[in-house]
C-alpha cells in the first residue's frame, strides 16, 4: 500500500528539518496527528487553529501533522485493526482541519498529488466500496471530490471539467447498473474531455475486461489498486 | 402493528439527520456500544459456537439497537425510530411459517430452532449473480429446478436485453425484469416444475420501475412467489425500496428483505456486524414489512462467507433468531472459489453447516463471488442443499469440529481464491449434467466429507 511520504515524495518543497522545529509547532503537530488518530474532527478543528496561532507553516503543518496519522488510519484500515466508521471520520477531520489550513498554503506550493472525482452511478445506491477508495484516495495524498450515490453521467465529467480533476473513478455494485460507466466514458470523449482525464472504474460485477471492453484507464479490483491506479494517472494520462 | 402508513408517517416526521451523522456516528457508535455493554467476544477457535447466552446477550444488543437507532430514509433525511412496543410487537405477529409454490411444488416454510432435525427451506441457484444470456438463464434454472431439494429458486440477473447492456430504471430494465419472470417460468415448465416459486423476485429488477412493470400476471409472475427487496446498509430505506413494499403488498405478496452487512463495514468487526445482522431482522419486519428474512453478510475483503470471522457471525445470528422469535431466517452464502473447485464446495458446505445447525434457511449461493457473468453452475447449489439436510439435527459441538477442519483447509487461500470455470466449460445443457472433470471433483468431495462424518447421497449423475 503506497501510503507514505506522499508528499514528502514529491519534493516540490524541502521540509523544515526536525530541529527546526520548535517545541510549540512539535506539540501543535502532535495535536493534528491525534485528532486524525481518533477520528475527532471539532479536535482536528481546534488544533489546525492552534496551529495558524502558533505560525506553523500551513504545509508543514499538513504534511508532518495531519498525513502521517491518516496514512496510518489508512494502513490499519487495510491491516483490518479498525473498520469503515473510523476511515471516514478520520478522513471527515482530516478535511475539517484543511478547510483552515489549505487557503493559508500560498499559492504555487502543492498541497495534493491531484484531484479525483468520484461517486456511485446513476441508478445505483451502493456507497461502502465508494466510500472506502474515496477515503483511502484522501489518505493517499489526492483532493478528492464524492458526488455520492446515484450519480448522473454529465455530473461526472461537467465536475471533473470544473474542479479540473485528473482522475475520475465511478462505482457500480449491479450488473445493470455497471452499463451507466460506458455511458461516462463515451459522454468522456464526446465532450472533448478524454485525453485530458484517466477514467477508472471498480465495484462488483466489474472487471479487467469490462473495463476494457468500455476504454476504461483501469480496473480497481479493490481500493488499494484503485489508489495505486489513482497514482498511476496523478499527472494525467 | 407498524404497517406501511406508518413507516411513512415516521419517514415524514422523524428526528432529522445527514445521512453521515446516521451511519457513522449514531449507527456505528451505537452498536460498539452495545457490544461493550453486553461483553460479545468472537473467538476464532470456534467458528460455531455453542453457548446459549452468547446468542441471548447478541439478541438483546440488537433490539436495544432497533429502538436506538431506528431506520433512516434517505429521502427524506429523518430518523425512522421505534418504540420497544412497536418492536416487540412486529415480532409477535410476524409469521413463523409460509406456503410458497402452487400445485405439487407447494411448500411450507415453518420457523427452525438450533439443532432442528427438519430439513432447511431450500432456495437454491444463483443468488442473483450475472448471467450473460436469455440461454444462460434457462440453462441454470433449469439445472437448479432438477435438484431434488429445491423448495424453492433464486435466479442470476439478465445483463442484455435485444442486444443491449441493461441501463437502471429504463425501459431495458423493466423489459428485463419481465422477461426474467417469463424465462423464470419457461425454464421450470420445461422440466416439469412448473409450480416452483421464484424468490429474489426479482433479480434483474433494481428500480421499482422494473418491478413494478413485471408485476402483471402475464409475465407469470404469482402471489405465492417470494418477493425479494435489497435494504440499504447500514438500516436505510428510500421511496424507491417503500414503492416496492407498497406494491407487493398490493398484490398480497410476501416480502422477504434482503441485506448484506459487510464485516468490515459500518458495524465494525464480527460481533457488531452480527449484532447488526440481527437488527436488521427486525428493522426489516418493521421497515420493509418483511414476512420473512434474508440476511447475507459477507466479509469486506474476501466478498464471501467462508472465512472463520463470517461462519461465526452466522452461527450466532441463526442461535440469537431462533432462539428468541419465530421469523423465518433464510441465510444467503457467497463462495471466493468458483466452480470445479474443491474449495468452492469446502466453502459452501461450511456456511450451509453453520446456518443450518444454527435454526436458520438457506439460500444458496453466490459462486465466486458473485461477481463474473456465467461463473456458476447447477452443482454447487446441489452439494449445498444436500449437505444442508445432511447436517438438519447435527449439534453446534459437531457442526464445529467438522467446519474447523474445512475452514483449515481453505482459509489460507480466501484473499487469492481458485476461481474455477465458468459454466459451459464444466455443464452440459443437453446432458444436464457436469464435466467428468466436474464431476471427479464432486466425487473426490464426497469421498473426504465422509471422511469427516458426513455421508451424502450417491449422485444421481452416477
Not at chain 2, 431506520?71 to 425510530?81: D, E, F, H, K, L
Request: hydrophobic share 40%; net charge neutral.
Amino acid at each position: 500500500m503506497p501510503l507514505r511520504g506522499l508528499f514528502a515524495a514529491r519534493g516540490e518543497r524541502p521540509f523544515v528539518s526536525r530541529r527546526e522545529i520548535s517545541v510549540s509547532a512539535d506539540k501543535v503537530l502532535k495535536q493534528l496527528q491525534d485528532s486524525i488518530l481518533k477520528c475527532d474532527s471539532a479536535a482536528a478543528v481546534s488544533a489546525a487553529k492552534a496551529a495558524i496561532q502558533a505560525k506553523v507553516d500551513p504545509l508543514q503543518a499538513i504534511e508532518k501533522g495531519l498525513v502521517p496519522a491518516i496514512e496510518q488510519v489508512g494502513e490499519k484500515f487495510e491491516r483490518m485493526e479498525l473498520y469503515l466508521p473510523e476511515l471516514m471520520l478520520a478522513g471527515d477531520a482530516m478535511k475539517s482541519a484543511l478547510d483552515l489550513l489549505l487557503p493559508l498554503v500560498p499559492k504555487g506550493q502543492k498541497t495534493s498529488k491531484a484531484t479525483v472525482v468520484i461517486g456511485t452511478v446513476q441508478g445505483d445506491v451502493h456507497e461502502i466500496g465508494k466510500n472506502i477508495v474515496a477515503s483511502l484516495l484522501m489518505a493517499g495524498g489526492f483532493d478528492v471530490v464524492d458526488l455520492g450515490v446515484n450519480v448522473k453521467t454529465s455530473v461526472f465529467v461537467d465536475e471533473a471539467k470544473s474542479k479540473n480533476a485528473k482522475v475520475i473513478g465511478a462505482s457500480a455494485l449491479m450488473s445493470s447498473t455497471i452499463g451507466s460507466q460506458k455511458d461516462i466514458v463515451d459522454y468522456l470523449s464526446a465532450s472533448g474531455e478524454r485525453r485530458k482525464r484517466a477514467f477508472l472504474v471498480g465495484g462488483g460485477p466489474t472487471t479487467q475486461d469490462w473495463a476494457k471492453e468500455i476504454g476504461a484507464d483501469g480496473w480497481g479490483k479493490d481500493a488499494v489498486s484503485a489508489v495505486k491506479l489513482a497514482n498511476k494517472f496523478a499527472k494525467g494520462r | 402493528m407498524v404497517q406501511i402508513l406508518d413507516v411513512m408517517q415516521k419517514a415524514l416526521e422523524g428526528k432529522p439527520m445527514s445521512e453521515s451523522d446516521y451511519q457513522l456516528r449514531l449507527f456505528a457508535s451505537k452498536v460498539q456500544e452495545k457490544v461493550k455493554e453486553y461483553d460479545i467476544k468472537f473467538d476464532p477457535a470456534t467458528p460455531i459456537p455453542d453457548d446459549p447466552s452468547l446468542a441471548d446477550d447478541v439478541f438483546k444488543a440488537a433490539f436495544d439497537l432497533v429502538v436506538d437507532v431506528g431506520a433512516y430514509c434517505t429521502n427524506t433525511n429523518r430518523v425512522i425510530s421505534y418504540t420497544e412496543a412497536e418492536v416487540r410487537n412486529a415480532l409477535k405477529f410476524a409469521p413463523s411459517e409460509l406456503w410458497f409454490g402452487e400445485g405439487m411444488d407447494r411448500k411450507l416454510m415453518r420457523t427452525r430452532s438450533v439443532g432442528d432435525k427438519s430439513p432447511p427451506w431450500c432456495l437454491l441457484g444463483a443468488g442473483g449473480g450475472a448471467c450473460s444470456s436469455d440461454r444462460s438463464f434457462l440453462t441454470l434454472v433449469e439445472g437448479y429446478a432438477e435438484i431434488p431439494e429445491t423448495n424453492a429458486i433464486t435466479t442470476p440477473a439478465l445483463t442484455r436485453v435485444g442486444g443491449m447492456r441493461i441501463r437502471p430504471a429504463s425501459p431495458l430494465e423493466v423489459l428485463g425484469a419481465q422477461r426474467n419472470a417469463v424465462l423464470f417460468r419457461e425454464a421450470c415448465n420445461r422440466v416439469g416444475r412448473q409450480g416452483i416459486p421464484v424468490m429474489n423476485t426479482l433479480s434483474t429488477a433494481e428500480s421499482d420501475i422494473a418491478l413494478a412493470g413485471a408485476l402483471h400476471p402475464k409475465y407469470g409472475l404469482r402471489r405465492s412467489d417470494g418477493y425479494m427487496i435489497c435494504c440499504m446498509d447500514p438500516m436505510k430505506v428510500d421511496f424507491a425500496r417503500l414503492n416496492k413494499v407498497t406494491a407487493v403488498l398490493g398484490i398480497g405478496g410476501a416480502i422477504g428483505m434482503c441485506f448484506g452487512p459487510m464485516m468490515g463495514g459500518y458495524a465494525g468487526g464480527p460481533e457488531g456486524t452480527t449484532v447488526s445482522n440481527v437488527a436488521h431482522h427486525m428493522m426489516g419486519v418493521l421497515t420493509y414489512q418483511s414476512s420473512w428474512l434474508l440476511p447475507f453478510p459477507l466479509h469486506l475483503r474476501y466478498v464471501s462467507s467462508s472465512c472463520r470471522e463470517l461462519l461465526w457471525l452466522i452461527s450466532v445470528t441463526g442461535q440469537a433468531v431462533s432462539r428468541n422469535t419465530h421469523l423465518l431466517t433464510v441465510n444467503l452464502n457467497y463462495t471466493s472459489a468458483g466452480p470445479s473447485t474443491p474449495m468452492c464446495l469446502y466453502e459452501t458446505t461450511a456456511s450451509v453447516t453453520a446456518a443450518v445447525t444454527a435454526g436458520m434457511h438457506i439460500e444458496s449461493l453466490g459462486v465466486a463471488s458473485n461477481k463474473e457473468e456465467d461463473r456458476t453452475t447447477p452443482v454447487e447449489p446441489r452439494i449445498s442443499a444436500e449437505v444442508g439436510h445432511a447436517v438438519a439435527g447435527m449439534s453446534l459441538a459437531d457442526a464445529n469440529q467438522m467446519v474447523l477442519k474445512l475452514v483449515q483447509s481453505y482459509e489460507k487461500r480466501l484473499a487469492d481464491p481458485p476461481l474455477g470455470k465458468t459454466l459451459y466449460d464444466v455443464w452440459d445443457p443437453e446432458r444436464r449434467r457436469p464435466s467428468k472433470e466436474y464431476l471427479r471433483v464432486v466425487r473426490d468431495y464426497k469421498k473426504k466429507m465422509s471422511g469427516l462424518g458426513l455421508p451424502l447421497r450417491r449422485d444421481d449423475w452416477d
